[in-house]
């Protein structure tokens, strides 16, 4: 069955770098474009990125343009967000999902939170 | 980049049928059939219950269906139940390459 497993969340103070991963089974992850969607706590989803299949495009919200970068290895089926010049409204729990115009698969979330 | 609008909440009683609206613009929900919807109860992460306007994935109820008329997309839940209570949130492809989400709609079952 599909999973995705976001790892890498915690406590960053503000100003920091935080490694977001998620690990993905079940599918032929190299078929699929890949996002990345937060959500602040208490607060809607805000899409922050996608990444098509061989990494030839990617694209990103404006709040987070020029501070985070996706990337990811399909040879170990993984996606991850570089997440730097944090700040206190990047706080929020981070999914990874599969695909782009819909996502039809979500990991379970991982929270960071940006607090000094 | 500014969400498609929701309304905040809407609510019924077991049984009936309630509607949720998603408006955006021409440069998003109007212009393309790229309107999902999304369904989280609290503490979970979304679930697809609807893509491409008016689509279900394997698995999800008929009860539920979607429609677009413009530039508002529109989520309607048929035989409301107690399960039924959760956040809705509306997604469209924008022209500026990207996806928005919208504001979220809590369905309350009385």
């Known amino acids: 069955q599909v999973q995705l497993v976001e790892s890498g969340g915690g406590l960053v103070k503000p100003g920091g770098s935080l490694r977001l991963s998620c690990a993905a089974s079940?599918?032929?992850?190299?078929?699929?474009?890949m996002s990345w969607i937060r959500q602040a706590p208490g607060k809607g989803l805000e899409w922050i990125s996608y990444i098509t299949t061989n990494s030839s495009h990617t694209n990103y919200a404006d709040s987070v343009k020029g501070r985070f970068t996706i990337s990811r290895d399909n040879a170990k089926n993984s996606l991850f967000l570089q997440m730097s010049s944090l700040r206190a409204e990047d706080t929020a729990v981070y999914y990874c999902?599969?695909?782009?115009?819909?996502?039809?698969?979500w990991g379970q979330g991982t929270l960071v939170t940006v607090s000094s | 980049q500014s969400a498609l609008t929701q309304p905040a909440s809407v609510s019924g009683s077991p049984g009936q049928s309630i509607t949720i609206s998603c408006t955006g613009t021409?440069?998003?929900?109007?212009?393309?059939?790229?309107v999902s919807w999304y369904q989280q109860h609290p503490g979970k992460a979304p679930k697809l219950i609807i893509y491409?306007?008016?689509n279900r994935p394997s698995g999800v109820s008929n009860r539920f269906s979607g429609s677009k008329s413009g530039n508002t997309a529109s989520l309607t839940i048929s035989g409301l139940q107690a399960e039924d209570e959760a956040d809705y949130y509306c997604s469209s492809y924008r022209s500026s390459s990207l996806e928005v989400f919208g504001t979220g709609t809590k369905v309350t079952v009385l």
């Open positions: 021409s440069s998003d929900v109007g212009g393309y059939n790229y």
């Open positions: 999902a599969r695909g782009l115009t819909w996502l039809d698969y």
């Open positions: 491409d306007v008016n």
């Open positions: 079940g599918f032929t992850f190299s078929d699929y474009y």
